[in-house]
């Protein structure tokens, strides 16, 4: 099943995109939302359960303060109000990887509500209005076993792992983003980025969004251009990667565009996201009849932040990201360009962290946004989950800074890192990388190759210096590389009579 | 006495603190009298007389070494089937929880256990404690041992009969419109349903959380208020308990042993009275009323006027939070699971659809129904939200009563014990039944049970009901001990002893 898609062009020039975003957060707490269950990544399956987040009956939740006091803190830096009381609810529906067949929520009483985000998207700033962000429980996994597609139809049997249920969740709701026209793909991309630069800023969260630690929903609506009605909305569900963000709304804009140019109307539907083939696909019919018959959780009492915490959480805050970077700026010496392409590539955290590791700022921006992005984009991950980290980075900067490694040899140490090999001093010396500066080896080399490109060498002592370029490729060769070819310069110089 | 089986709780704590039994005896002496008579009253759902036994043991040597663990150290007792015991089946009345062993003991029981006392088993009751009959139960009727042809009230009709029927000298009940204390009343026995929040929930499988309290049936105020102090308290594992110190019960049902009122006002309650009210049940209220004023109590009537909408506040409320609750039961984890015919390789939504037709009986279907229409949008507002609002005039009545009276009393129930079968087909008629005990459990006061006489209709047992302000649980004890005192003055005994020997006893 293909969809028919209309040019981007052709999108904007008809219509004006309307969009949403649901981002799901999980909390890094050591225990779950309503019971004391760890919370570790990757455990056996159901090896991390108990009574209450099985859903036994009798049992009993718990609030865990320490996932209020993220909640708390996740508000205030978006921009929110904190309620001065609020309750938990009850969302009733069945489904077998939720326990209790209910998911114990926030409805019309969230923790965090109006507040909002300042965006950057290529250098503007776009603001996005939060209209609420409440906590929640997670549910358990399904696993889909035989079938082709790993989605329950189709599967012979299915598992649930409820290690994930009852792991805290702070869901964050947009308000409708309107206006926002050509740049919806990627202010979509940016807040879901800047976000998650800020809930690890927080350290309220992994921000793993390859292992789902956070999840987008996008919600899309088309509405022809000047129309002041919103139009038939998709919720795309669990985006997970910043370019799936983009992809997923600029492949709904062109979903859409076919269908309402095609004189057909929307579905309100929620839509698979596939990151392999960058398609949507139907999911299941969603209308704002949906009756989760809500009402208040009467085994938890309400949760009444006192304002005297708030404030106190409210000097716990990391730096505001327009500011720090205004400060990052100044400290690092970037142009405005260097700065706002560190920013567009998601680099920032990983080149401040680098710098904060030793390296020099320029060569931090180097690597992360030349040599980096480029194998990020051919593995088609995002930069920081290419498997690089910042204190990597930094030290293999340091052993070119040592004189030890050139450019070119640092990035057979980054394919020594990315498969494991080791610490980056490891990878040198078990892969013989380092670079020669024996001069009795080079000046054998250099003797060779002079002896090997006589008319060049002829060219030299006649004082053109700029042909050495072709001497000293020839040295590097016979030395695989390893070689500083600054030394290897002044050799050749020096034995040519030119230094 | 050669009968272990009818000394109260504190005879027997005080037979053990002297060494003339041992918990084993006792233990054993309850297990045969089960034996013998539980065929004909079907109190027990389960009977675990190896653990009852194994515990008693280790009373006995906590004896020996001086160190008992509570006051009821050794003494044996039955609990509900509504809450979960560890390594125990627990099926809360249901076909849908057969075979269900929990692997975790309710925060009730860990203190039960904790004091020493021996669990005799668990008691029958109507499913998911939907019920004034325990009619309801799948697993069929407890018989009053009054009248086996007759119910022994509901939900809670298990525990009730086990202790009237002496085949245990303390049980736990759960009150959550008056499972307590209208089996209480309708088997001549003592029921608490403490303050909401005083005992824990953990473990308690919920029918309606905002509303349920696991309290103590016993024979005597004093055995209620010996057990409240063992099971009461703060718990961390739920939210919603009480994080203050009980009020010293016993020391309160012991100062009302006395018999004297002086100075104490009583509420009559007018609007739990009169019409539809048995006439025995009120000539014996009548009774207790001039028995109190003659004890030196100062008695007023009071007026609630809002609850005469109390049942059908609380026949929303209920199903409401009931049918959220019951959604777990889905055959996903635990419990019966059933897999539908005719379909060759169902969903899981198919087997939970076909277990849950074949695992709940109709009642439950029909709160489970009646609940998730009061919560469906666009009946919210009309129906749980209005609920919510006369259920906060509930309370402001009470507030208003109680500057009025120290305790307000009532008729517990409007009846006596009813023919099995009678009201079965006529739920409305059924709900009736907690008329009067409904509106402590939407306002979270609370209430006490005590034998009140029997009706010269039908010489069956009725039950008087003290009513008292939240957390003040002491009051109900003081003045239901006193008026305890002044019934055995007056009748010369306990009104237990004036029911008739059940064939198989030993009495």
Not at chain 1, 140 to 165: C, E, F, M, P, Q
Not at chain 2, 5 to 15: K, P, S, V, W, Y
Request: proline share 5%.
């Amino acid at each position: 099943m293909t969809d028919t898609l209309v040019s981007f062009d052709d999108v904007l020039a008809a219509y004006d995109p309307a969009l949403g975003l649901e981002v799901h957060v999980e909390l890094n707490t050591a225990s779950k939302m309503f019971c004391g269950c760890a919370t570790e990544f990757g455990a056996d399956p159901n090896t991390q359960v108990c009574p209450t987040c099985l859903g036994l009956p009798g049992a009993m939740p718990v609030v865990n303060g320490k996932a209020v006091e993220s909640a708390i803190r996740i508000g205030l830096a978006l921009n929110c109000e904190i309620a001065e009381w609020c309750r938990f609810a009850r969302k009733n529906y069945f489904y077998p990887d939720m326990p209790k067949n209910f998911q114990t929520s926030q409805y019309d009483e969230p923790i965090c509500f109006d507040g909002y985000m300042d965006v950057d998207v290529d250098g503007e700033t776009f603001r996005v209005e939060i209209e609420r962000a409440h906590m929640e429980e997670d549910t358990g996994k399904s696993l889909h076993v035989g079938g082709a597609t790993g989605r329950i139809h189709g599967a012979d049997y299915s598992l649930v792992d409820y290690n994930r249920a009852g792991i805290p969740l702070i869901e964050i709701v947009t308000r409708p983003i309107l206006g926002a026209g050509e740049k919806a793909p990627a202010i979509a991309k940016a807040y879901v980025a800047q976000l998650r630069d800020l809930i690890v800023a927080l350290g309220v969260s992994d921000a793993r969004m390859d292992q789902g630690s956070i999840r987008a929903d996008v919600n899309l609506s088309l509405a022809p251009k000047g129309s002041d009605k919103l139009g038939t909305r998709t919720e795309t569900k669990n985006v997970n990667s910043l370019r799936s963000v983009e992809r997923a709304v600029r492949y709904e804009m062109q979903r859409h565009a076919a269908i309402l140019d095609g004189g057909g109307s929307m579905l309100q539907e929620t839509r698979h996201w596939h990151e392999d083939t960058g398609i949507t696909t139907s999911g299941r019919e969603k209308s704002d009849a949906d009756d989760y018959r809500y009402f208040p959780e009467p085994d938890l009492v309400p949760v009444a932040p006192s304002r005297e915490w708030v404030e106190e959480l409210r000097g716990t805050l990391p730096e505001n990201p327009t500011q720090k970077r205004a400060r990052l700026q100044v400290a690092w010496g970037f142009s405005d360009l260097e700065l706002r392409d560190t920013v567009g590539a998601g680099a920032l955290g990983l080149v401040e962290e680098t710098i904060a590791a030793g390296a020099a700022p320029q060569a931090a921006r180097k690597w992360w946004l030349g040599e980096l992005a480029r194998r990020a984009k051919e593995a088609d991950v995002e930069l920081v989950e290419y498997g690089v980290t910042p204190a990597q980075v930094a030290a293999v900067q340091a052993l070119v800074d040592a004189g030890k490694l050139n450019d070119k040899l640092a990035r057979q140490v980054f394919d020594g890192l990315v498969a494991g090999e080791g610490t980056p001093e490891e990878i040198v010396a078990a892969r013989g990388l380092a670079i020669v500066s024996d001069d009795g080896a080079l000046s054998a080399a250099v003797d060779n190759a002079i002896a090997a490109n006589a008319d060049v060498a002829d060219k030299i002592r006649d004082g053109k210096v700029a042909a050495a370029g072709a001497l000293i490729g020839a040295v590097m060769k016979e030395m695989r590389g390893q070689a500083d070819a600054g030394r290897v310069r002044e050799l050749i110089l020096e034995k040519l009579g030119q230094a | 006495m050669s009968d272990l089986t009818r000394r109260t709780a504190a005879e027997l704590a005080d037979a053990l603190a002297a060494g003339e039994t041992t918990s084993v005896e006792l233990t054993q002496a309850h297990l045969d009298r089960i034996a013998a008579v539980d065929g004909d009253v079907h109190a027990f759902l389960h009977i675990d007389g190896e653990g009852a036994l194994a515990q008693a043991a280790a009373a006995d040597a906590r004896r020996v070494d001086g160190k008992p663990a509570s006051s009821l150290d050794g003494v044996p007792i039955a609990v509900k089937d509504v809450l979960a015991t560890k390594g125990l089946p627990t099926t809360v009345g249901s076909k849908i929880l057969e075979g269900w062993v929990p692997p975790y003991d309710a925060t009730v029981v860990t203190r039960l256990r904790e004091a020493g006392l021996p669990i005799l088993g668990k008691t029958n009751m109507d499913e998911f404690a939907m019920g004034s009959s325990t009619e309801h139960s799948a697993y069929g009727p407890t018989h009053n041992p009054w009248d086996l042809s007759r119910i022994p009230g509901g939900s809670g009709g298990g525990s009730a009969a086990a202790v009237a029927a002496y085949e245990a000298p303390l049980a736990i009940g759960t009150d959550t419109g008056g499972s307590i204390r209208q089996p209480g009343a309708v088997t001549g026995t003592v029921g608490v349903k403490p303050t909401y929040g005083g005992v824990s929930r953990y473990g308690l499988v919920a029918l309606a959380n905002s509303l349920d309290q696991a309290g103590p049936v016993t024979r005597t105020v004093l055995d209620a208020a010996l057990l409240h102090e063992i099971i009461g308290g703060h718990d961390p594992l739920d939210s919603t308990s009480a994080d203050q110190p009980l009020p010293a019960l016993v020391d309160a049902a012991r100062e009302g042993a006395s018999g004297d009122l002086t100075g104490v006002r009583i509420g009559v309650v007018k609007e739990l009275g009169g019409e539809g009210y048995q006439p025995g049940v009120l000539a014996r209220f009548q009774d207790t009323v001039d028995l109190m004023v003659g004890a030196g109590a100062e008695v007023v009537e009071v007026s609630c006027p809002t609850f005469v909408h109390a049942l059908a506040t609380y026949y929303l409320i209920l199903p409401a939070e009931a049918s959220s609750n019951l959604a777990k039961f889905d055959a996903m984890r635990y419990g019966l699971r059933v897999l539908p015919e005719n379909i060759d390789s169902p969903s899981a939504e198919d087997v939970m659809r076909a277990t849950r037709d074949a695992g709940f009986g109709d009642e439950v279907k029909r709160r489970i129904i009646l609940g998730t229409y009061a919560l469906s949008s666009g009946y919210y507002d009309a129906y749980y939200g209005q609920a919510q609002k006369v259920r906060t005039l509930v309370t402001r009545d009470f507030e208003a009563a109680f500057t009025q009276a120290d305790v307000l009393i009532s008729p517990t129930a409007p009846t006596t014990a009813f023919k099995l079968g009678e009201k079965l087909d006529d739920p409305l008629a059924m709900y009736l039944n907690d008329l009067a005990t409904i509106p402590a459990n939407l306002s979270g006061v609370p209430g006490i049970s005590v034998p009140n006489g029997l009706a010269d209709e039908d010489g069956l047992p009725s039950g008087i009901q003290i009513l008292a302000p939240a957390l003040a649980d002491d009051r109900v004890y003081r003045v239901g001990a006193a008026v305890e005192a002044l019934h055995v003055k007056a009748w010369g005994g306990p009104l237990l002893a004036q029911a008739p020997t059940l064939e198989g006893g030993a009495r």
